[in-house]
């Protein structure tokens, strides 16, 4: 199992998508753009990587991207 930068599990076992979802985070929080593209990409090397499908609804929310945001909740929830 994959940790983040600070040492906490991820439920994730490819490090492709742990390195995008570090980005990702990264980028989220230093108001950054690529956040959203780094999201997207941990989710393309995992499918079932549910903090990434959280971290992108957040990236969308804070677009403004409703719909989408509530779209990638779900599937969080879900996975």
Known sequence: MQTDRYG????????????????????????MPGDIEGFELALQHDPRFALAAIGLARGLLLRMRVNQAREAAAQGRVL
Do not use: F, K
């Open 8 to 31: 906490l599990r991820l439920s994730t076992s490819e490090p492709e998508a742990r390195d995008a979802y570090v980005a990702a985070v990264d980028n989220l929080l230093g108001a």
